[in-house]
């Protein structure tokens, strides 16, 4: 398995600890994936939620992945704030984008302080911010809403509430990404609320529920483009889509890279799929059973920061001179 970086696969993640953690009944109506909660048991759900996330962020800092882990109090009303990859993303060569927000409880979630942290911390040329769309009925919500290829510089984006095209054009010029829109439907017909629940790509392959895609012909053009970029391809079910199984992320970890995913979701899938995923990533099963009431998982907790570091900035500059450097047009980064 290699264990080259790569820029589809950060190596430093921002994650959210809740301390007033429930299911938001603002995001029930379109999220067919979320569970309610019993209000008697709402301390006990909140602090499931707390302990869950912390040791999500302990496993993964083992791994080698560095976390930025932020507090959220509870005192803003954000019962979704677990899932921040949906109101920021971040891009090599240092670009950063704010999007606007479905449900008007999502919208509080926006903290100046992360995107502080990330210029601090990291080389952050310039940060877009598409919050303002909102007032004109126009939202999209990041990497949620999408399932970026940042090596093929392809934005798949299944049509919802939550991914206007007039947004989706606009991110797409801004940071030239070419954008795959498709439609989608669940076993009621019901359109899925966020592409990363059905889609997961990684460096060397890709998860996708092509039964979600009603289509048949787009389903087949999706496919042949991830194909096209050299992946390998591996489907879904429906039933392992409603287990999260779509729902992760690849990240790049001391040993390698890795594929954080689900307990739930690892349970999910089958021998021959964990046998090609294992090929190019290992995979690290965290459990957020809690979490996943809310109808999003591990992926969903995780916003990954594609920024060079400043910490590393002088060790970079020493290791380039003693590596031999790969064209930019090659899909895989240096470790710096």
Known sequence: MPSIRSIQA????VMIRPHAFTPNPETAADNTYQTSAQEAAAEAIAQAAYDEVTGAAQRLEMEGVRVHLFEDDGQRDTPDSVFPNNWFSTHPGGHVAVYPMYSPSRRRERRAEVIEMLKAEYRVQDVIDYSGLEQDGLFLEGTGAMVLDHVARVAYTARSNRADPVALERFSTHFNFEPIVFDTADAAGRQVYHTNVLMCVATEFAMVGFD????????????????????????LSMAQVAEFAGNAIELSGRDGRILALSKRAYDSLDKAQKAAIHRSARLVPLAVPTIEMAGGSVRCMIAGIHLASRRHESECVEASRLQVRRPASSPLSSTC
């Not at 950060?10 to 993640?13: E, L, M, T």
């Not at 787009?218 to 042949?224: H, K, P, T």
């Open 10 to 13: 950060p190596r430093a993640v």
């Open 212 to 235: 979600l895609i009603p289509d048949a012909q787009r389903a087949s053009q999706v496919r042949a483009r991830l194909e096209e970029s050299g992946r390998e391809v591996i489907a």
